[in-house]
């Protein structure tokens, strides 16, 4: 998006969006008094494709209403009969959040794509603090019939670029018109291992993503959830993740699947989250740390003067410095300088500023970077080319290339190599591949039950959304599929998950491969290769195997 003028569901996204976001972009790297959780405002726009709508917004306050969707229909067919699962990016649009409404019979699942804040505990936590679940294994305490179940379904809400005065409306209602048209297919083609699938939306506000309201927020949505709707488990769709709530639907023993770019996952966190944490769609960072090094080497990257920049968060700065680093230098790189910022506008432009200017003075020409949402690339280019400095930079699809390509200074991502996962937010419609044949019959559905087409991954906010709940749903309809018939239990569910295997057909990747412990199920990866000609990310190879 961004190339042009684009309507989305009655937005229209002109070149004045562009120019707001760059004029965003460079707000946040000059004030030092600016919210904090820049992860969390960049992840909305950067990875989902958030479209900046013009429309003034003079407060910071979170808007509430009591309308919204009070009813859904269900029973709707497909020919398609699309095994589709959840994921989603917020659409841009109404100021109002709706309250929380069930699905007439039906419901949805969700799952985002973008970065989150990371946290924890439950409501009495402290805001911003992570905490270690205890019996987790523990059995479930809610065994449910062959008939139905009941999933709550967490949908974004609010204007999350008050912070900065950025006009960047979520439209809940129409989110949830596209989750729905996902889960009334899903019903007609029988449900969850035969068990028709009942709605429960609860809708995150993101007005206000600091670390204290967003812990109350979602340990809200958690306590309402689990304690007075008592849902079976939950699909997270807000794109800036669930972390701050993990604790709580593991002390409810309740399974939440959440977004793929969740801070929280690297694979310390899933193990001590384990059976109540399932990222279908990603390639935890643990993962990728081994990963990135060995596709770097092999695009010729590695030097004796690399740096490393990340977010001073435990599961990615242990999964730097435990698994990053030492693979780097086994690949042949020597990494000189680690930076990991705090997660606040004010450390993050400060300390940019000092580590462009050390890098420069070391002679540093390899930055590699280590966050998701895109801040990270996007801000620390913009001051390297106030400086003049140019190092190659590695990245990954965690750093939304996507998007960031088209704000960051032209010339800074000359020779820019990495690891992309999720074609969405590796490339520009311009030049992706063509729609797979289950990513069209994804947005059949759509169309079809809530009268939204799309042509494009791209396209808009609601796109994203689509291929995102089909695959959300559609990885849990074929880990319960043998199920028919039988009694289940919340502790259960990721176990079926696992026992996938690489059966799994994806809608928005190649493979995947999940097992024991393996919640996340990316398997496939392309090398990412910056293209000065169309000043975009292209994919370097073919779709390749990860053996991580």
Request: with cysteine; net charge neutral; aromatic share 8%.
């Amino acid at each position: 998006m961004f190339e042009g003028d684009v309507r989305a569901e009655g937005v229209m996204v002109t070149s004045k969006a562009r120019e707001l976001l760059q004029s965003w972009g460079e707000r946040l790297t000059r004030t030092r008094t600016a919210r904090p959780v820049l992860y969390a405002l960049l992840a909305v726009m950067l990875v989902t494709g958030v479209a900046a709508a013009a429309i003034p917004h003079d407060d910071g306050h979170r808007t509430q209403a009591a309308s919204g969707p009070k009813h859904r229909q269900t029973g709707s067919t497909d020919s398609t009969g699309l095994d589709a699962g959840t994921g989603a990016t917020g659409d841009p649009g109404a100021s109002t959040l709706p309250t929380t409404v069930q699905g007439a019979g039906s419901a949805a699942g969700g799952g985002a794509t973008g970065g989150g804040a990371a946290g924890g505990g439950t409501a009495t936590t402290k805001p911003g603090t992570k905490t270690t679940t205890t019996n987790a294994q523990g059995g479930g305490s809610k065994p449910i019939s062959t008939d139905s179940i009941k999933v709550g379904m967490i949908i974004p809400a609010g204007n999350p670029g008050a912070a900065a005065g950025v006009p960047l409306q979520y439209d809940p209602n129409g989110l949830t018109k596209v989750v729905q048209a996902v889960v009334d297919d899903t019903n007609a083609h029988g449900g969850f291992g035969g068990r028709q699938i009942q709605a429960v939306y609860a809708y995150n506000d993101n007005t206000d993503n600091e670390a204290e309201p967003q812990t109350r927020e979602q340990n809200r949505i958690c306590t309402q959830l689990t304690e007075d709707d008592k849902v079976f488990l939950a699909f997270n769709f807000n794109p800036l993740g669930v972390d701050f709530a993990y604790d709580c639907f593991a002390a409810h023993k309740t399974p939440v699947l959440d977004t793929p770019l969740a801070l929280e996952s690297d694979q310390q966190r899933l193990d001590e989250m384990n059976p109540w944490l399932i990222l279908p769609l990603s390639l935890n960072f643990t993962r990728m740390a081994k990963l990135l090094p060995q596709a770097l080497r092999d695009q010729g990257y590695m030097t004796q003067k690399m740096a490393v920049v990340g977010v001073d968060l435990p599961p990615l700065k242990r999964s730097a410095q435990k698994v990053l680093v030492p693979a780097i230098e086994a690949a042949g790189g020597k990494v000189v300088e680690q930076v990991y910022f705090a997660e606040s506008y004010s450390a993050i432009s400060a300390g940019i500023a000092n580590a462009v200017l050390t890098f420069s003075q070391k002679g540093i020409d390899r930055v590699v970077f280590w966050g998701p949402g895109g801040g990270l690339p996007l801000l620390f280019s913009r001051q390297a080319d106030s400086q003049g400095y140019k190092p190659r930079y590695g990245v990954t699809t965690y750093d939304a290339p996507a998007f960031f390509q088209d704000l960051a200074p032209p010339g800074q991502f000359h020779g820019a190599v990495g690891v992309g996962f999720v074609t969405q937010g590796d490339l520009a419609d311009k030049v992706a591949p063509p729609l797979t044949d289950r990513e069209k019959a994804c947005f059949a559905v759509v169309a079809k039950g809530a009268g939204m087409t799309f042509t494009s991954r791209r396209q808009s906010n609601a796109a994203g959304l689509a291929l995102g709940a089909c695959e959300y749903i559609g990885v849990l309809k074929a880990a319960l599929a043998n199920t028919v018939g039988t009694s289940l239990a919340p502790n259960e569910v990721a176990g079926h998950v696992y026992a996938l295997g690489t059966s799994y057909a994806p809608v928005t990747m190649v493979k995947s491969r999940f097992g024991p412990g393996r919640p996340d199920g990316a398997s496939s990866y392309a090398r990412l290769a910056y293209d000065d000609g169309c000043s975009c990310f292209k994919y370097a190879s073919g779709w390749l195997d990860s053996p991580y």
